[in-house]
């Protein structure tokens, strides 16, 4: 679409653009005369059948990621110290947390403030007029009769993550770059320094991407694969309650836990406990009540499923960004493999164990909505009905001009919201003869259910982990011997995710749409 020609803005095909450009004209009035710019044209409600487009910067929500992950990340650390001052005795240490948090806590309202858009239309129309005052200041000439309205809607755009395929690129290459410097590190003592010397240089590039590519890229993938309408600023909120929700469960494992087992067990075994235990179950249930704040927009299994993936996605960037971060002190080798280990394994872990959790909300609340409207599945009674306030967006892509996205089917593998072009899925998670058959694992109709499967999913990672450690202790193992076992069982753990997580994602795609008939 462009805007209309005489220079001045028009819909065509009953699409406008989000942002007009108006161009301003002095018009000349005959000699001896002089003209008289017409009042500002009050604003009005949009019109209802109004869509919107939006060019398609998958990448730009990429960057408001990044900002967003960091500023919560101060908020988590910092409000922290609040509860914690007030176990140790020391109210100064909360009281400062407090202060502290309050500005990132600012900068994180400022940055979730909701997004308005001013709406300026020229419309032909005979009874109209040829110039208009612009409310903003100057004013439009249009060389036909036209008539001038604008609006200020709410920016609800369409989610548009960056293709999963150029994602995965990027971070393989990092791996690819950070593998050569860990190789060079072991051919010399020249060779170690110059790796070191790389590395330092590449450090804070390389700690940005490790720890947030791979969240992109799962998320991209778990979108497309689901294809359901969705709107950024809501996944956008999903994403942040994830990163929000590392709050109370850094306070349940860090002083909660400690303090209640400490009276029960020794300093030795609270530590062993910590991963199987208390991080399993209160990461979980934490993650699961930010889902259930989303109760409102949950209408079926499946959307169940991308609230609870997202929320999961947004707790593993937040630890992500630690855990990365720790390990790029311990130079290229711990790198590489802490990134590699919790991009393909930890990550989405994190993400399926909690879509899990939503996904038995969903069933749960469709289930508690049919019932309530006598077990006729309409729009209205499952959360659906139509906001005639509520403005269709549709995203285009600048590069070949047409709308992303025209399927809007149920059995859609790829969103309406973001298909772009050269995309492709994951190779790990490409459907598989033997499981394309079998449509994939049972999903969890109950909340209660959800949420064991994730705590018992998650607890079988730490516990595993933790156990082989205890093994190797006790059998007297070398620290080489150690490190190949915990390599050879994580790439175990990591294929178990990936396979079981495949499953998921096919049992959640197949259940049934409120919206389908």
């Known amino acids: 679409m462009q805007p209309g020609g005489g220079g001045y803005p028009l819909a065509t095909q009953g699409y406008q653009m989000p942002t007009v450009q108006a161009q301003q004209v002095a018009g000349s009035a005959p000699l001896g005369h002089t003209y008289v710019m017409p009042e500002v044209t009050p604003l009005s409600p949009p019109p209802e059948d109004l869509q919107l487009i939006r060019l398609s910067k998958p990448w730009k929500i990429y960057g408001r990621m990044l900002g967003t992950v960091i500023v919560a990340t101060f908020i988590a650390e910092l409000i922290f110290l609040v509860p914690y001052g007030l176990a140790l005795g020391e109210p100064t240490m909360s009281i400062c947390g407090g202060i502290f948090a309050a500005p990132f806590v600012f900068l994180l309202t400022f940055m979730r403030r909701p997004k308005l858009v001013h709406l300026q239309r020229a419309i032909p129309d005979e009874l109209g007029t040829n110039v208009h005052r612009l409310p903003m200041g100057g004013s439009l000439q249009t060389p036909t009769k036209t008539r001038f309205s604008h609006h200020i809607v709410r920016d609800d755009s369409l989610l548009d993550t960056p293709p999963s395929r150029t994602a995965w690129i990027v971070f393989a290459g990092l791996l690819a770059i950070t593998t050569l410097l860990t190789i060079l590190y072991f051919t010399s003592e020249a060779g170690a320094i110059i790796a070191i010397l790389l590395f330092i240089i590449i450090g804070i590039p390389a700690w940005l991407l490790g720890f947030s590519i791979p969240v992109v890229a799962w998320w991209s993938w778990c979108t497309r694969r689901l294809g359901l309408h969705t709107r950024q600023r809501e996944a956008e909120s999903w994403l942040v309650a994830g990163m929000l929700s590392a709050i109370p469960a850094l306070t349940i494992n860090s002083m909660i836990f400690p303090i209640v087992a400490g009276t029960i067990f020794s300093d030795y075994m609270v530590e062993l406990l910590l991963p199987v235990v208390s991080a399993p179950i209160g990461e979980e249930i934490c993650k699961g009540l930010f889902v259930l704040a989303f109760y409102s927009s949950i209408d079926s299994p499946k959307r169940g499923f991308q609230i609870g993936f997202t929320v999961g996605l947004g707790f593993a960037m937040l630890e992500n960004l630690i855990y990365i971060l720790s390990s790029a002190f311990g130079g290229p080798i711990a790198f590489t493999m802490t990134a590699l280990v919790r991009g393909i394994g930890s990550i989405p872990g994190h993400a399926f164990w909690t879509g899990l959790t939503g996904t038995g909300l969903g069933w749960y609340l469709m289930t508690q909505k049919a019932k309530g409207s006598m077990g006729v599945q309409t729009p209205e009674t499952v959360g659906e009905k139509k906001d005639v306030a509520q403005l269709d967006w549709k995203l285009l892509d600048p590069k070949s001009g047409e ?115």
């Open 403 to 517: 709308f992303v996205g025209e399927d809007e089917s149920n059995s859609a593998v790829v969103a309406p919201a973001t298909q772009l072009l050269g995309e492709f899925r994951l190779p790990l998670l490409e459907p598989m003869s033997k499981l394309e058959g079998l449509g994939g694992l049972p999903t969890p109709k109950h909340p209660i259910i959800g949420l064991l499967l994730a705590m018992a999913g998650h607890a079988f990672w730490n516990g595993s982990l933790t156990l082989l450690g205890l093994v190797a202790e006790a059998a007297n193992l070398s620290e080489f011997q150690i490190g190949i076992i915990f390599v050879i069982w994580s790439a175990v753990l990591v294929t178990g995710i990936l396979l079981i997580g495949w499953g998921i994602i096919r049992g959640v795609i197949n259940t049934p749409n409120p919206h389908s008939g």
